[in-house]
Structures are given as structure tokens and as C-alpha cells.
């Protein structure tokens, strides 16, 4: 079985800090990892994907995200956080041996970036 | 190019209706899904549909829903007897084929049971 943890419904900071929103997975074989983010009254979005090769991936909007093995995280991080950056963020995993199962995604984490 | 596009995008309806929902996917995607999104929640999985293989319909949460896709176009996800509880978001994504692809989102289809 396949599954993702976001452990924290809703984090809070400040334009201009570092951001992380937290990821851990559990998988059948080699991972595939994604994040979306959700805006308000808007669909989902893609935001980056790892899936083999450098363990920190670049995304859209200054995102990115490092893919820890021996942790199983896959943490969302962003340089200096800005305003328009608040929405909801969902993590995604699908493991390498899970047949043809679709993504499973997290419960979503709420940033809120406060000016 | 052209995105998921879902129709409607809003749908108020009475308990006990029938309602049929729509999503078009991108235009060579053989992957399509859907999810449902309660208020404040995150995803929870439908079905998916993937080329000429049988759907999954795992995430099905009773008889009252289905779904449909006519080749690797359009799809349509039916709800029988709507109750109250069905009241939520409905999101298609479709994508290129089964991950390690993307899945790109529609809008959604904000649905409303009285």
C-alpha cells in the first residue's frame, strides 16, 4: 500500500522567510513524487515532480523541493515566501511497484504568508 | 495548448436528482480521473481511466455513482439519488499516461445538493 503524511494542516510565515511545507511517503518500490498547490476557487496545479536523478528539484515559482530517501520526505521549500504564495499545497506520491494504481495525495497543507 | 475543462462549473440541484457532470481532457491524454474535494478537505480518489482498460473504480463511494469515457475523450461521472452529503467539489485531471506523468486539473465542478 501506498500512502503520503503532510503533518501540518496549516503553516504560517512571513513575506520574505523561508518556507517548508513537509512531505513523507510510504511506497512499493522507487518513488514518484509530486506537489500541486490549489488556489482559492481554482483546480489543482503542478508544481514540480521527482522522479529519479538530483535529489533538490526546481519548480514553478521559485518552489522546490528535496527528495530525502532515507527520511522519506519530500519537502517543499521556498527561498522568501510572498503574499500571493498562500494556498493550498497537496504532496503526491505513486511507487514504482504499484501496478496500475494513480496518485495518491496528502491531506494539503494551508500556507498563509502574512505581509 | 487547450487545458482540462470541466462543465458545469457550478450545479445546484435537488436531493433526490439525478446529475451528470462532464470533463474534457487534454487532447492525447489516455489517463483520466476523477475526485471528489469536500470543503476544506483534500482529495479523495473517484476512478480513474486509463486507454482501453477496464476503469478503477475503487474509490467509488456507493452504486449511486458512475462514470463513463468514450475512447480516451470525454468523460462523464453521474450521481443517482443525490444526497446532501454528496455536496463538494468534483475534479477531473487527465495525463499523458499513468505516472510518472503529471496529472493536470480542471477547474472543477462545484456541486450543490438542497
Known amino acids: 500500500a501506498q500512502s503520503v503524511a503532510q503533518p501540518e494542516d496549516q503553516v504560517n510565515v512571513a513575506e520574505g522567510n523561508p518556507l517548508t511545507v513537509k512531505c513523507t511517503y510510504s511506497?512499493?518500490?522507487?518513488?514518484?513524487l509530486f506537489w500541486y498547490v490549489q488556489y482559492p476557487n481554482r483546480g489543482l496545479q503542478f508544481l514540480l515532480k521527482?522522479?529519479?536523478?538530483?535529489?533538490l528539484v526546481k519548480g514553478s515559482y521559485g518552489f522546490e523541493a528535496e527528495f530525502n530517501k532515507s527520511q522519506t520526505s519530500f519537502h517543499l521549500k521556498k527561498p522568501s515566501a510572498l503574499v500571493s504564495d498562500s494556498a493550498l499545497y497537496f504532496c503526491?506520491?505513486?511507487?514504482?511497484?504499484?501496478?496500475?494504481?494513480?496518485?495518491?495525495f496528502g491531506k494539503g497543507t494551508r500556507l498563509s504568508v502574512i505581509a | 495548448g487547450a487545458g482540462v475543462s470541466q462543465s458545469p462549473s457550478n450545479k445546484v440541484t435537488e436531493k433526490g436528482k439525478d446529475v451528470e457532470l462532464r470533463c474534457d481532457p487534454i487532447?492525447?491524454?489516455?489517463?483520466l480521473y476523477w475526485y471528489r474535494q469536500r470543503l476544506g478537505q483534500g482529495l479523495e480518489f473517484l476512478i480513474y481511466?486509463?486507454?482501453?482498460?477496464?476503469?478503477?473504480k475503487s474509490g467509488l463511494p456507493s452504486d449511486r455513482f458512475s462514470a463513463e469515457r468514450t475512447g480516451e475523450s470525454v468523460s462523464t461521472l453521474t450521481i443517482q439519488r443525490t444526497q446532501q452529503e454528496d455536496s463538494a467539489v468534483y475534479l477531473c485531471?487527465?495525463?499523458?499516461?499513468?505516472?510518472?506523468?503529471?496529472?493536470?486539473f480542471g477547474p472543477g465542478t462545484r456541486l450543490t445538493v438542497t
Open positions: 485531471a487527465s495525463s499523458l499516461a499513468l505516472t510518472p506523468y503529471e496529472q493536470y
Open positions: 511506497v512499493s518500490g522507487n518513488p514518484y
Open positions: 521527482y522522479i529519479t536523478g538530483d535529489n
Open positions: 503526491a506520491v505513486r511507487g514504482s511497484n504499484s501496478g496500475n494504481t494513480p496518485l495518491v
Open positions: 487532447s492525447g491524454h489516455t489517463a
Open positions: 481511466f486509463q486507454g482501453n482498460s477496464a476503469p478503477d
